[in-house]
Every structure is written in C-alpha cells, then in structure tokens.
C-alpha cells in the first residue's frame, strides 16, 4: 500500500461527512469506511488512550496502519473524508480479518 493520500475538495469532503454524519443520528462508532478503490479501510471507535476523544483506525488486507484522533465524531469524519475515506463498507475488517497475513501483521504489531 502507498503513503500517497488522495485529498477530496472541501466542499465534497463536508457534503459526504455529514451524509455519513446523518445516517448514524451523529453516532459512527463502528462505521466502517473505504477508499473508491476499495485498497484503503477504517473504521471509527473510542480513543481507548483517552476516553473523551473518538478514533478513525486505518487498515489494509496486510494489517492495521494508522490512527486518527479527534474531540468528536464531526471533526474526525470531516478528516478521514478529506483523506479519500468516502465508501460506506460494513464488514470489511471482519473479512479482511480472515486472511491470515492480516493476524501476522496485527500480532507483530
């Protein structure tokens, strides 16, 4: 997987975060989100490293990659929509959990 992120115009950026946003009521712990190409997945959680901020973890078929970190679900969706994460995907960690390159990476992480 490359580094290179593919920035979204703000304007789209804001119109698919807050259709993101207004699917969930507000609430996207667990919504889990691709890139169009579908080679890019995260999903959002609670920071378990602070409690009052939520998280956008980022993984690929080899394992997990990186996190993002923001004070609420509004700011972090804005962010990770701005890195090209557009695509709703329901279940792609859970399938791309069952590859076994992707357990070697997350357990040698």
């Known amino acids: 997987m490359t580094s290179e992120v593919v920035r979204i115009k703000s ?3 804001f119109r698919i975060a807050f259709s993101i946003l ?13 890139t169009p ?3 890019k997945h995260g999903f959002f959680l609670k920071d378990a490293h602070c409690p009052s901020k939520v998280r956008f973890s980022t993984f690929d ?3 997990m990659h990186k996190h993002y970190s923001a004070d609420n679900y509004t700011d972090l969706v804005l962010e990770v929509v701005s890195y ?3 695509v709703p995907n329901p279940g792609i960690l ?3 959990s069952s590859n076994p ?3 070697q990476s997350v357990k040698s992480a």
């Open 94 to 96: 859970n399938f791309l």
């Open 22 to 34: 207004n699917d969930r009521e507000g609430n996207l712990e667990g919504v889990e989100l691709s």
């Open 101 to 103: 390159l992707f357990f």
């Open 61 to 63: 078929e080899l394992g």
């Open 84 to 86: 090209g994460f557009t």
């Open 37 to 39: 190409d579908n080679r």
């Open 11 to 13: 304007g789209d950026a």
